[in-house]
């Protein structure tokens, strides 16, 4: 056996760090946040309320809840240069770019070490403003500014779609939010600890982390779910649709996933609150009928893989039914997921060393 088969490919198994923000197991299908079964979250609580627990270690009072969420509405204006840049990075740049480009553009000489609480609200109250006000340019209308009396995720969608949304639609894309706010040591929360453990800045990190997501194998592909339910068009042709797909040797896209070897709790809880949404809704309705006619043929043609439906299935079921274009997607994760790096971010600081692995030389040596 070569020295690189020997090792963990991709440091898979090793473990890099001691957290007590999630647990994640996925023989077990298990997701913990701080304690706290993250579907019960989605279910029961709101994107600022598991945002305070992830960033302080408890659930808010009133009083603290009320506290954040003024410390986030106060910080959702973008400076004028920001603006200036986004309006400016050409029309064919991909909106993960951008946003990663509008994160560094946020860097100031007031960024220094240690990172504080007060800087990641303000870079997670100021990404979704990023998102909806290039979003915006491309549309060919004036950003709208974001709006006080309104919180994080129904501001959100306000800035995006330019009307006040529906309870029902915050409610949905507020589960969404926070399932996939933290998800242990994925390869974009490694990235923003390895730059903070060098003692650089919190947009060095997050900007670092972002592009980590970008990365196809990372930030997950629920538009591809979309494009393929919308190829399918009806109940009807769910199955010769599917069947033909895996006989091609196709994959099926938000079934399976890299950790979860069982039934992924994200979209378990996604399901509970989609099914909220409309009873009637079509999307839904043909969504969950390709869901299960998907697990029946995986079982046929893949026995023994333990394929279950991932967050991304329904997350695609979400995001349709609360009206966002494919494009904004991994962004939207992103919006969220800055919760869980900032607070990694902050529990590395905390106690910090430079992260430094090694390699095994496998080449040969001069004569």
């Known amino acids: 056996m070569s020295k690189q088969s020997q090792l963990a490919i991709g440091l898979d198994g090793i473990a890099v760090a001691e957290t007590d923000l999630s647990l994640v197991d996925g023989l077990e299908g298990l997701l913990v946040y701080r304690g706290y079964w993250a579907r019960d979250l989605a279910i029961h609580h709101t994107f600022e309320e598991v945002a305070h627990l992830l960033w302080y270690g408890h659930l808010p009072s009133e009083e603290e809840l009320t506290a954040l969420k003024n410390k986030l509405k ?23 770019s951008v946003l990663r480009t509008g994160v560094s553009a946020l860097g100031s000489s007031a960024h220094g070490w240690p990172p504080t609480i007060d800087e990641v609200i303000a870079v997670t109250a100021k990404m979704p403003t990023i998102v909806a006000f290039r979003y ?57 600890r390895v730059v903070t453990s060098t003692e650089s800045d919190l947009i060095s990190a997050i900007t670092g982390a972002i592009g980590t997501l970008k990365g196809p194998l990372h930030g997950g592909a629920p538009s591809e779910v979309t494009e393929m339910i919308e190829a ?3 109940k009807e042709n769910a199955e010769p649709w599917l069947r033909n797909k895996l006989e091609n040797g196709g994959r099926l896209m938000g079934f399976g996933h890299r950790v979860y070897k069982t039934i992924d709790p994200r979209a378990t809880a996604l399901r509970v609150v989609a099914e909220q949404l409309s009873g009637d809704d079509p999307w839904f309705d043909l969504a969950t ?9 995986l079982a046929e043609y893949k026995p023994g893989r333990k394929l279950n439906t991932n967050v991304e ?11 966002l274009d494919d494009d904004l997607f991994t962004p939207s994760f992103a919006v969220s997921r800055v919760v869980g790096w900032s607070a990694h971010i902050l529990e590395q600081a905390a106690s910090n060393r430079i992260i430094r692995p090694q390699s095994n030389y496998i080449g040969s040596m001069p004569e």
């Open 136 to 192: 915006a340019c491309l549309q060919g209308r004036e950003p709208l500014a974001p709006k006080f009396e309104l919180d994080h995720t129904a501001n959100y969608l306000y800035m995006l779609k330019g009307t006040e949304p529906s309870h029902a639609h915050v409610r949905a894309l507020d589960a969404y939010l926070i399932l996939t706010q933290e998800h242990g040591m994925n390869a974009s929360t490694f990235t923003g």
């Open 289 to 297: 009928h390709v869901e299960q006619v998907g697990l029946r043929l």
């Open 232 to 234: 399918i068009g009806t």
């Open 313 to 323: 299935f329904f997350a695609a079921a979400v995001m349709r039914a609360v009206g």
């Open 74 to 96: 106060e910080n959702r204006e973008l400076p004028e240069h920001v603006k200036g840049l986004l309006r400016m990075i050409p029309a064919d740049v991909d909106m993960m």
